[in-house]
């Protein structure tokens, strides 16, 4: 079963009753179905082929006495207990008609001939010949002989049609059932694995495509569903039918049920070879989809950049190689479909047909096997391929189930962080990194023994060139990455002793390009957290000097807002940023290059509310700007991941080092060395 095939009975188990209950009427329906071959067989065997059986003589005339010749008879069989019987007569068949027999046969096996008024019987045991003297039926005389069956036959073709009927709607009621378990099932996965990656860390993002993301939480997903709604319903389908049949055929004659036993061990191996082939097929399809998603994904986000740099044709290539991959797997899988498709059922059931039907023609089984078992032997057989066949034509969909849900599973298995939903007292904000050395690739440095401290209501700027370790010293503040050499204390106390979400509690972010939701202007400043009241989203705008500018819109600050805001100007996205931040009221502030893109104008409405912003706030500031710098109380400049510089403006400038060829260099002014 695997470990993957467990935690998918698991998801099932959730929903067990009405999966049970599914169960339940489809072994009801599978009853009522499988009682249709044993009507046939009574029909034909009894009240059809019956009439060849001995008829005799009788006095008393009922239903089912038949009068010929100016005598009644009665069928052997209908005889009542103790009624006195006279001659027996025969009415026997020879090819399209019927014959009228005085006496009884020499022997029941003989092939049957006829010449006038003469059948030559010749025994297939013995291959003695035998002439008796026999007399044809006219259609009205044989009718009469099957007139005294019609009233049974109605009533048992009554009985196969309500329990098709019945059959019907309880199948009906076990796919409604099993199929709304199915969603029930997928719908909490697709909650699970959505939940489990706002769990995730930050850096698992860092090397995974966000369509890859999205493929497993609704491709892969949409995949698991099919398990439950169509490979589930089929094998469950096939074991109860198989199961059922197999009993149902050795209750009907055990040496004709012996040539079905070895459809099961033929059924597993050929699911066996399947599926030995089809794993490594239907992996690379999915990874390949992801793939495609992905890349679909970045080329609808960078489609100005892809249209600006005219980059359209190497786009495409890109993706019809990736296209191509995948289109080459799915050929080689709809390849291996081909050939364990259902014809080769349907050889197998044929070769099994022309094999017992041989052995029937050739005496194989005696006088015994009558023409209705044999009929439903055969109707058994076709209904036992049924789910045979619904079982291979689903091993497709099982191995893609499959596949899909390890990839589901692997991503669920990803180490998360356990929501906290506790809450902390709102720290002072005062930050110490002691010998602070991380690596986000081993010892590959990207900090190297960073120290300095940020007192309660400072602003430190940090200051240096790309790459020069900036956002990795933010990053480690806010735990999106965890360090392993040195410390970083808030307050006192180390950052790692607090859990992630109490941390972030009190800690607000603005980054340079700002990320807005899908909603309104107002929900993207509270984020839609009931504590932020409607009040303190209009101050937080207010202060921000954003408030009239939004309410010259329609709707106000209820106006829509798009995916990532993108019918807003850089400036209004960074604006509602900012009335973010200060709404949320952190005790440690975080601008990542917040006025980096910000037009002079507005840069000048943010700077009037930085103030109100960073007032009683600790603030570090990532500028590449030096002039929006010039009042932080601390400045740090660094360079591959060091220290090299500290102080304020003033201090720095009468350095003259790094920092002050920086602010020269800005200013257009040469530096001379």
Known sequence: MGLTGKRLFQYAMLYKKPIIGALVLLLLAV????????????????????????????????????????????????????????????????GRTFYWLEGQLPFEDGKRTVDGEQMTLTSKATGEVVTIPVTALSAKELFAFYKPETPELIKLAALYCVLLLIGGFLTYGQRLLLQTSANSIVRRMRNDVFEHTQRLPVNYY????????????????????????????????????????????????WRLALFALPLVPLLLVWIKVYRRFAAHYNKVIRAKLSEINGMINEAIQGMPIIQAFRRQKETMEEFDELNDHYFKYQNKLLHLNSITSHNMVQVIRNIIFLIVIWMFWGNWFGTVLLVGTLYAFIDLMNRMFQPIVGVVNQLSNLETARVSAERVFKLMDEEGID?????????????????????????????????????QGETVALVGHTGSGKSSILNLLFRFYDLKQGSILIDGRDVRDIPKQQLRQHMGIVLQDPFLFTGT????????????????????????????????????????????????????????????????????????????????????????????????????????????????????????????????????????????AMYQLQLGVPVTA
């Open 31 to 94: 009853t009522a179905e499988l009682a249709g071959p044993f009507i046939a067989k009574r029909m034909i065997d009894q009240n059809i082929l019956g009439i060849e059986k001995t008829w005799y003589e009788t006095a008393k005339q009922d239903s089912f006495a038949v009068e010929h010749n100016g005598k009644w008879y009665k069928r052997e069989d209908r005889l009542s207990a103790g009624e006195p019987k006279g001659d027996s007569v025969r009415v026997l068949q020879s």
């Open 206 to 253: 860092d090397t995974l495509a966000a369509g890859q993301v999205v493929s497993r939480i609704t491709n892969d997903t949409e995949a698991v569903r099919e398990l439950y709604v169509s490979v589930l319903a089929n094998f469950f389908s096939a074991i109860i039918y198989m199961s059922a049949i197999y009993v149902a055929l050795f209750l009907l004659d």
């Open 419 to 455: 929501v906290d939903t506790g809450k902390i007292e709102r720290y002072k904000g005062e930050v110490q990194f002691k010998d602070v050395t991380f690596a986000y690739k081993k010892e590959d440095y990207v900090l190297k023994k960073i120290s300095f401290v940020a007192r």
């Open 521 to 660: 202007i107002a929900s993207n400043v509270s984020l839609g957290n009931p504590e932020i009241s409607r009040e303190r989203v209009e101050q937080a705008l207010r202060d921000v000097g954003a408030y009239d500018m939004f309410m010259q819109f329609p709707g106000g600050i209820d106006a829509p807002v798009i995916e990532k805001g993108s019918t807003l100007s850089a400036g209004q996205r960074q604006l509602i940023s900012f009335a973010r931040a200060l709404a949320y009221d952190p005790a440690i502030l975080i601008l990542d290059e917040a006025t980096a893109s910000i037009d002079t104008e507005t840069e000048a409405i943010i700077q009037e509310a930085l103030d109100v912003l960073k007032k009683g706030r600790t603030t570090f500031v990532i500028a590449h700007r030096l002039s929006t710098i010039r009042q932080a109380d601390q400045i740090l400049v660094l360079d591959h991941g060091e220290i090299v510089e500290r102080g304020n403006h003033d201090q720095l400038m009468e350095h003259s080092g790094k920092y002050f």
